[in-house]
């Protein structure tokens, strides 16, 4: 039923401000009494990562999940590829924290499951999943179950899930904050590959902040008491640096102690 | 790993089997037969017919009564799990079905329905259903939010949620719900049998005890407790079909 409005979209010849995958207007949100998020407007760049970091309780997550469609918010508006969210929509996938599988379900199905949402056929998201499960590293494993894989193997899970339904943006709410130091490091790395060769728009909650600063295009710094946006770094130098060496480059040091620097105060 | 398990099954058996056959032999009571002379009254019982036409009558309320308690008693389980509302209207009323001194409500239900069939299904009801209808509350109300979040993100609607996300996962607690449910089925299907009218195997076990052939009364109880053990394995089965992830080892495995 929506799909003319998706044809309209692709005719329309360059709009200017078409860089932006996802843009939010003057979001607020409140729960009860407590103010998660006020008069936030963000822009996230297309095919970039842009993080969201702050604190525990500066409604990082909610903003992510008002994004996805998942909360309401009280006022303001997101708009992805130019269009108003009104709730989920297939343009976005979302990985969760504690990955979210279905304990029921092999890794097969956990992976085809938004295709079978969407009414795929069998074969046809079978072949999809199998496809995806191989590329996070996975193969071999498709008929195990969840309580059978390590937590970054189900994180691994989550995030073939979230690329088999092809989503534009991805959302990612501390997907690495459940699993061990160094599959960590190791997400992260595959993440910037993701980043470079898949050709999406990825949106990353984190409290790390060297996670942030090593995995971002951009970093959106949240603040608590009244949650805003009170800075947003690019450290778009690094992006050009050999993945390698960027934990050792003084840019990289620099731009998390200044971020630190602004964080500390509000961190008890 | 199933062939060890399967020796300390016979080896278990074997262990309260024997004890039983000790106890007869010393004898603690009487009344108490043997395990060897139980066994060869149910064969006894099993070859001249007494037995089969015995579990003909007494299969039926409990059938009709467990089939009534587990799709009622899921249904309603699921909408009570659901809806806030339906939790107060029907949670107590399951509560006190629950708590509530059958043997003594028997009277009850027999004045309001008689002695026939409809009296037996309502006891059986009154055992099974509870239980059933509770877990099965609450393991809807427990799903982890975060899986409906998924399914709500992954473009499911809510029939979907709730077919595909919300019962899977309330599986393994309806399932135990089904099985105490069940075992407390063919208490009620008996109990229904020795306090209404006695047919059936409550019928064997009376007559016995009143000709005092004990070797046949203890017969009768340890068949429905077979049959009870066998319908509890083939509910674990039919779970581990359903549901296999779900599942991570049953002592009956």
Known sequence: MVMPQIKEAVNVPDMPQSDNAVVARGISKTYGEVEALRDLSLEFPRGQLTSLLGPSGCGKTTLLKIIAGLLKPNSGEIEVNGKPVKGPGPDRAFVFQ?????PWANVLRNVAFGLELRGVATSEREAIAEKYIAEVGLAGFEKSYPHQLSGGM??????ARALSVDADVLLMDEPFSAVDEQTRRKFQEDLLNLVQHENKTFIFVTHSIEEAVYVSDQIA??????SRVSEI???TDLRHKNVDNIRRDPEYLDIVDSIWASLRSYVE | MTRRS???KIISAAVLFGAWQIAGMIPVSYAFPTFFESMAALFRMAADGTLLTAYVETLRPLVVGVGISAFLGIGLGLWIGLSARFDWLFSPIFIVMQAAPLAALIPLLVMAYGIGLTSKVFVVCIMAMPVIVLNTASAVRNTPASLKEMGRSFLASDTMIMLRIIIPAASPVIFSGLRLGVSAGFIGAILAELKITPTGVGDIITYSRSIADYPAMYAAIFSIILLAVLFLNFLERLEVYLFEG???GYASD
Do not use: K, Y
């Open chain 1, 154 to 159: 189900r994180q691994r899970v989550g995030l």
């Open chain 1, 233 to 235: 770094i690019r450290p």
């Open chain 2, 246 to 248: 779900n599942v991570r």
């Open chain 1, 98 to 102: 504690d990955f979210a599988l279905m």
């Open chain 1, 221 to 226: 710094i949240l603040l608590p008491r009244p």
């Open chain 2, 6 to 8: 399967l020796w300390l």
